[in-house]
T-cell receptor, first 114, second 112 residues
């Protein structure tokens, strides 16, 4: 079984401040982990992925995430928020490799305050 | 490259009517997925196909829902008869072996 839990359905940060979106996973086998972003009226777009290589993963738009097995976490960060980062972010997991049976978290809406 | 194309983008219809959602996956992708997104339940996988064959339909909510993939470039998700609780955004996604899924922009379905 696999699952992800995203802490905080809404997060607000000031423009230029650190962005931290939390995700904890559960998986009975080594997981693949993903962060997706969804802008209004659009589909999900892949930000970054972890597939058992480097534990610190860099993605698009300046985001990165660190895989911490001991904490079963895969938090998403960005040093300095931009207005264009306002969107909904989804953490996702798939177990045993592969990209087919992906389980998504409930999402975190990021608000960026000017 | 064209992404995953879904149509229509918006659909409003009365309960009891048949609804057909359409999806064109990215050329060369051999897997196709249908998801439903609601505020209450988040993003749920309904069914996925590999090489046009349904592999897992355990997420299809009930017999009113059916999906087909007659060829590698087209899939449909049909709801008959539709009910107000089917109102949601339906996403189609596709991928090739060993790569992440690419999503379409969704169909926003409202059943009155």
């Amino acid at each position: 079984a696999q699952s992800v839990t995203q802490l905080g359905s809404h997060v607000s940060v000031s423009e230029g401040a650190l962005v931290l979106l939390r995700c904890n996973y559960s998986s009975s086998v080594p997981p693949y982990l993903f962060w997706y972003v969804q802008y209004p009226n659009q589909g999900l777009q892949l930000l970054l992925k972890y597939t058992s290589a480097a534990t610190l993963v860099k993605g698009i738009n300046g985001f990165e995430a660190e895989f911490k097995k001991s904490e079963t976490s895969f938090h998403l960060t960005k040093p300095s928020a931009h207005m264009s980062d306002a969107a909904e972010y989804f953490c996702a997991v798939t177990s045993g490799g592969g990209y087919q049976k992906v389980t998504f978290g409930t999402g975190t809406k990021l608000q960026v305050i000017p | 490259d064209a992404g995953v194309i879904q149509s229509p983008r918006h659909e409003v219809t009365e309960m009891g009517q048949e609804v057909t959602l359409r999806c064109k996956p990215i050329s060369g992708h051999n897997s196709l997925f249908w998801y439903r997104q609601t505020m209450m339940r988040g993003l749920e996988l309904l069914i996925y196909f590999n090489n046009n064959v349904p592999i897992d339909d355990s997420g299809m909510p009930e017999d009113r829902f059916s999906a087909k993939m007659p060829n590698a470039s087209f899939s449909t998700l049909k709801i008959q008869p539709s009910e107000p609780r089917d109102s949601a955004v339906y996403f189609c996604a596709s991928n090739e072996q060993g790569q992440p899924q690419h999503f379409g922009d969704g169909t926003r379905l409202s059943i009155l």
